[in-house]
């Protein structure tokens, strides 16, 4: 009896991880620079779905563990423009993203700045005094 309920432990035991492991794809993959092609560390990936995230490693690498279905990937990264990436997970994946540097506001503000010195806009109104 006590090698019947051994041999049905060591069967069960045997049988659960995989099991667990098939309900569950992973998706892997590399997070470059579409400019300079160098990886990019600490983007945020997460799954807009379930809420499960990571954050990509020194060399741009992260990899979930995801149930297959649709699959929605959100990679955001201060200083790069967002991407979405949607599929749908039917087993282990393995993804190349690239990301576009965003141009800095201060930037934008600096170059905003200079075009209306080069065009100022006209301004029309009437100046109010005090009266005394």
């Not at 569950?24 to 600490?42: L, M, N, P, W």
């Not at 379930?50 to 699959?71: C, D, H, Q, R, W």
């Not at 282990?92 to 540097?101: E, G, I, N």
Request: glycine share 10%; aromatic share 6%.
């Amino acid at each position: 009896m006590k090698a019947m309920c051994l041999f049905y432990l060591m069967a069960f035991t045997m049988v659960i991880p995989g099991a667990v492991k098939a309900q569950f794809a992973c998706v892997t993959g590399k997070i470059c620079d579409r400019a300079t092609g160098e990886s990019i560390r600490q983007v945020s990936v997460t799954e807009r779905i379930t809420g499960i995230g990571t954050l990509s490693s020194e060399n741009g690498l992260f990899s979930l563990y995801l149930k297959p279905g649709a699959v929605e990937l959100l990679f955001s990264e201060e200083g790069y423009a967002a991407v979405t990436a949607g599929f749908e997970l039917s087993g282990d994946t393995v993804l190349q993203v690239t990301m576009d540097p965003r141009e800095p506001e201060s930037l934008k503000k600096g170059r905003r700045e200079a075009m209306m010195a080069q065009n100022p806009l006209p301004v029309t109104g009437k100046q109010q005094g005090r009266n005394k």
